[in-house]
């Protein structure tokens, strides 16, 4: 008995090996066109290929499926209400799916059942982009549209780039924000990042820190900056140990939406409101109370249901066969983003104080 | 004098009292009542879910699901307080009798269905967090209503000086470490059913032939344990004015960690209250303290790494010398 | 039949699982592209499993499956990388970069088994302590970074096909014949079993528990390191929190799969069809669309469910025994 239950399971792993030896799943492609400055961008011509296919079937409409760095986070939560929206506006099948936690493996497997589906066009903020290299390089292969958005994926695998702001403008109002709150350019602060591999606040710390260099030279940065995983409770211990090691601490900055308020928490009980300057990037809705306590200063954000919005959008625009060009485009719903090679960019952020925060719901 | 030295437990004091020592000659503020304050504060939860979970460890089994439990009561509670009432008493009730439900389905799953705890409280545990996702799509909680608030805030015994000039005094919330500890001690001491648990870790079979009703212990003990998680929950969001979702993520292991620093012993029949409280502390100072003295968060993985696998050592071999002072008789 | 009830009905519930889910819409499941897919993705997480069931196989538990692996991935992907950088050949690199995983993995092992197995601490605290420190090991050299920067010649193990297999699952099918091999037909996996079932009737047998519970962890570690090779060339990196998700379900695979978590008992055969069954509902749930939430309470009920009725056809499947004896019989 035993040993025909190992028969059959061996069969059965032949049989499933065989399958997929027999795969016949490539159609013929050619690669996106590598962008140069100011080439204009191309959807690769498989996918134009297949979205054409589908269309001249006439029955489907595109599936853009949009991955973040997880789900179950306001953030992206928030950018899965624009991305539905854009799927009901643009008449195309909008899927968002992700990880249940930051996790970069979990991000990779989900891509490839994507692949597996059948979707058109796949849209991912990387956990970490060199380990999406290789599954982005098979839907390429699949002749799928693929795009990043939020966090940047490594760019000679991807045929668009979406970043919601300009990264060195984000990073020296940020900058600027946090002196203005702590009324002074002199004095103690440290940050605390997502994780150390998410491109987006890597490259923030590094336009800040060089901008800090040569316009607020007096201001010390205490430690490596503190890694919070996307977890406001590890933002909120991580701000007490810093209060507790550095008392001279003056500010605080916070990328990515969970930290700040993590740090707010921490600084409204520790009564440091008028001590410690929080600034960051984090939603309105989240800080709001913080906020009007004082014990976050100023909180720079896009609108990331925009930001969903628009990567649906022009996923849509280049499936449907259209180039994206250089220079301005006005995008319903969005606003003028500005596209430069592979590169679209959003526009500025918005910074919310005590002033306007309650304007803003999201 | 003698006796206490040989106590198990001792072990333990004697590490934390080194590491402590160590701590503040590097910095000095570890010592500082604001520092203690903080410490204490940070984990009276996990001291609190700790406490439940040893009594559930020394049945033998395992509790994965606290992280769920805890945060599906935070959840509760959460919403129940933003829409009826921020009254603490009501609050604790609700969340105590959503955590007990919680705790006694996993208790129905590992007596009546007899899952092994570890793969049934998995399960629920998926089950739980699963839904709650679902549910809250991670959004937070954030109008507490100030009655509840302000209830967190309160403070016991304020003589102690905060240096600044002020006084501070001890949270509330230690009061509820203190009514679990008390509790559980009883159950664990003075009732039939606490001497059951004892027995059933530490041979279920003959505890069955002796006469205790294993299942009706086991359904006790898991509902115990969300009994104990649904206090911890409330206690919690008293501290942090919000609910989070994700505040719990992976939490189990840190409470599985510190029981197991306590010296309860994860094969059933052992443990005590001090030494699980005394894990507790030890991993609460290695945490805090490692941040004070500057030490790279980079090391500090490796440290108290290092620091389990060596207390653990030394906890054993100290067991093992203690025995071998006893005569035998070997049947097992 | 009987005598392996467990394993059939598990083979049944994976091909009714197939059977449902290839008629969910989108209809993809039974695509090659799909198939392909999940054989790719199958290998790391059933080398991880098979890793924690030699384990489960002699009563314990190795939390530290996954670290192991992750740390000797580090250490490896940073020699290569370096190598690399340096214009060293490409196969003298890579094959040290596997020599030297695999060593560091093993040293993992031989760690673990010495805290278990001749210090006497209980496999899961000494795990977990060890766990620790591995990832803090792994932390302080990568700095919590992934490790890139590996020659493109290394995707071929997990991206590479022979004769249209993909290369992981061949590596899974030879190391899961192997598994099968030493437990069964060799003097030690005999004794796994033995030690397993009763470690101190093992003892008095004359069997050397210290060495052969040594030489299951070293085992463990060693799949893992395979696992992780695996994971690093499918991921093009290596990163301390790699595959942490899959500890959980590599214990709940191996009891899904039939082990006994208390030991003594399990199957090469049922394990493989428990990490397939569970591969299977991860693809094709995602492929259906279902939400990341919902398919965490599907997994979780699955194994509650199959749980059940295991428990439900051994308990009435056994023919004149009273149902007291039966409840003493299955509660072992």
Redesign the interface.
């Known amino acids: 008995m035993r040993r025909l239950l190992g028969v059959v399971l061996v069969l059965a792993m032949c049989f499933a090996l065989v399958l997929t030896g027999c795969a016949q799943t490539k159609p013929e492609n050619t690669p996106a066109a590598d962008a140069s400055a100011s080439e204009s961008v191309q959807p690769s011509e498989a996918a134009t290929e297949s979205a054409a296919a589908t269309e001249s079937t006439g029955s489907e409409s595109f599936t853009i499926a949009v991955v973040p760095k997880l789900?179950?986070?306001?953030y992206?939560?928030a950018a899965?209400a624009g991305v539905e929206q854009a799927g009901k506006d643009l008449g195309v099948n909008a899927v968002f799916t992700g990880p249940?936690?930051a996790d970069a493996a979990e991000q990779v497997q989900m891509i490839q059942d994507l692949i597996s589906q059948g979707v058109n066009a796949i849209a991912v903020s990387a956990n970490d982009a060199a380990s999406l290299t290789p599954v982005l390089t098979q839907a390429h292969d699949a002749g799928i549209l693929v795009m990043d958005w939020d966090s940047p994926a490594e760019r000679s695998v991807v045929d668009l780039s979406i970043k919601e702001i300009d990264y060195k403008t984000y990073a020296e109002s940020t900058w600027d924000e946090l002196v203005k709150a702590m009324g002074t350019d002199e004095g103690d602060y440290a940050i605390l990042t997502s994780t150390l591999t998410a491109e987006s606040c890597n490259e923030w710390i590094k336009f800040g820190l060089d901008y800090a260099k040569e316009k607020y030279p007096k201001l010390n940065l205490v430690?490596?900056p503190?890694?919070t995983n996307e977890?406001?409770?590890e933002a909120?211990?991580k701000t007490?140990?810093l209060i507790?090691?550095y008392?001279k601490l003056k500010g605080i900055i916070g990328f990515s939406s969970p930290a700040p308020?993590g740090a707010g928490?921490a600084v409204s009980e520790q009564s440091k409101q008028d001590t410690i300057s929080v600034v960051g990037s984090a939603l309105p809705?989240?800080a709001?109370?913080y906020v009007h306590e004082g014990a976050i200063d100023a909180v720079l954000l896009w609108e990331p249901a925009k930001l969903g919005y628009l990567t649906v959008y022009l996923a849509d625009y280049m499936l449907k066969g259209n180039e994206v060009k250089d220079g301005d485009m006005e995008v319903p719903n969005v606003g003028t983003i500005s596209i430069s090679g592979k590169e679209v960019i959003m526009g500025p952020p918005t910074v919310f104080t005590k002033d306007n925060i309650d304007n803003f719901d999201f | 004098m003698k006796r206490i030295f040989k106590k198990k437990e001792m072990g333990l004091v004697i590490l934390a009292l080194l590491l402590m020592t160590v701590i503040t000659s590097v910095?000095g503020?570890f010592l500082s009542p604001?520092?203690i304050i903080?410490i204490l504060k940070?984990n009276v939860i996990l001291a609190i879910v700790s406490v439940g979970m040893m009594v559930v460890m020394i049945t033998g089994g395992?509790d994965?699901s606290v992280a769920g439990i805890i945060a599906a009561t935070t959840l509760v509670i959460g919403n129940f307080m933003v829409s009826v009432t921020g009254n603490p008493i009501l609050a604790y009730i609700l969340g105590i009798m959503t955590g007990t439900v919680l705790g006694l389905l996993n208790g129905l799953?590992v007596a009546f269905?007899?899952?092994?705890p570890?793969?049934?409280t998995?399960?629920?545990?998926?089950?739980?967090?699963?839904?709650?996702?679902?549910l809250?799509?991670?959004?937070?909680i954030?109008?507490i209503p100030q009655e509840f608030i302000d209830f967190g805030k309160t403070t016991f015994l304020n003589i102690l000086p905060d240096g600044d000039g002020g006084v501070i005094g001890l949270p509330i919330q230690l009061a509820f470490l203190a009514l679990t500890i008390v509790i559980t001690w009883y159950i664990m001491k003075y009732t039939r059913t606490g001497r059951g648990i004892f027995a059933i870790g530490g041979n279920?079979?003959s505890a069955?032939r002796i006469g205790y009703n294993?299942n009706r212990i086991l359904v006790f003990v898991y509902g115990y344990m969300g009994f104990i998680c649904g206090l911890a929950a409330v206690t919690h969001v008293s501290i942090?004015?919000?609910v989070?979702?994700?505040?719990?993520?992976g939490y189990e292991?840190k409470v599985?960690?510190a029981v197991?620093l306590g010296g309860v012993?994860?094969?059933g029949g052992e443990g005590s209250i001090l030494g699980t409280l005394l894990g507790v502390l030890l991993f609460a100072v290695i945490n805090?303290g490692l941040?004070?003295m500057?030490v790279?968060?980079?090391?500090?993985?490796?440290?108290?790494?290092?620091i389990?696998?060596f207390s653990?050592?030394f906890v054993?071999?100290q067991k093992?010398r203690a025995s071998k002072k006893h005569a035998k008789v070997?049947i097992? | 039949m009987k005598k392996h009830a467990k394993e059939w009905t598990l083979f049944g519930v994976l091909i009714v699982v197939i059977i449902v889910l290839s008629l969910l819409p989108p209809y993809k499941f039974m695509t090659a592209t799909n198939i392909k897919a999940m054989v790719f993705q199958l290998p790391e997480f059933g080398l991880f499993t098979l890793a924690m069931m030699v384990v489960i196989l002699t009563g314990g538990?190795n939390l530290s499956v996954v670290t192991t692996g992750t740390v000797g991935g580090i250490v490896s992907a940073t020699v290569l990388s370096s190598m690399y950088e340096n214009g060293a050949d490409v196969t003298v690199s890579i094959i040290t970069a596997i020599l030297i995983l695999l060593a560091v993995s093993v040293l993992c092992g031989i760690l673990n088994g010495y805290?278990v197995s001749y210090?006497?601490?209980?496999?899961?605290?000494?795990t977990?302590?060890?766990?620790?420190?591995?990832?803090?090991?792994g932390?302080?050299i990568s700095?919590?970074n992934s490790v890139s920067g590996l020659p493109k010649e290394f995707f071929w193990f997990g991206n590479g096909t022979v004769l249209g297999i993909p290369v992981p699952m061949i590596i899974f099918v030879v190391m899961a014949v192997v598994t099968y091999l030493l437990l069964e037909r060799t003097a030690w996996g005999h004794s796994i079993y033995m030690v397993g079932s009763n470690q101190?009737a093992s003892e008095f047998s004359g069997i050397n528990v210290r060495k052969v519970t040594m030489w299951v962890y070293i085992y463990s570690a060693f799949l893992g390191g395979i696992a992780m090779i695996i994971m690093m060339s499918r991921y093009n990196s290596a990163r301390v929190d790699y595959g942490s998700s899959y500890l959980?379900q590599t214990?709940?695979a191996s009891?899904?799969g039939g082990a006994a978590?208390?030991g003594g008992y399990g199957k090469v055969g049922g394990v493989i069809t428990a990490v397939a069954i569970l591969q299977c509902l991860s693809s094709g749930l995602n492929i259906f669309g279902l939400?990341?939430?919902?398919?965490?309470?599907?997994?979780?009920?699955l194994?509650?469910g199959v749980?059940?009725i295991n428990?439900l056809t051994t308990r009435y499947g056994k023919p004149g025994m009273s149902f007291k004896t039966k409840a003493?019989e299955?509660?072992?």
């Open positions: 789900v179950g986070i306001t992206f939560e899965r249940s936690e430690t490596d503190v890694t977890n406001v409770q909120y211990t007490l140990d507790t090691t008392p308020i928490q809705n989240d709001k109370t | 910095n503020s604001m520092n903080n940070g395992i994965v799953l269905i007899q899952i092994p570890i793969v049934a998995l399960g629920t545990y998926s089950v739980m967090s699963g839904m709650m996702l679902y809250t799509k991670g959004a937070y954030n109008n279920t079979i069955q294993v942090m004015r919000q989070d979702p994700n505040a719990f993520n292991m599985i960690a197991i012993n994860v094969m805090n941040t004070l500057q790279s968060t980079y090391w500090q993985k490796i440290i108290l790494g290092a389990m696998v653990i050592c054993v071999i093992r070997d097992a | 538990i805290v210090i006497g601490a209980a496999a899961m605290m000494a977990l302590g060890t766990s620790t420190l591995y990832e803090g090991v932390l302080l700095k919590g101190k959980m214990v709940a009891v899904l978590i208390t939400e990341t939430s919902l398919s965490r309470v599907i997994t979780g009920a194994l509650i749980l059940l428990f003493l299955s509660r072992k």
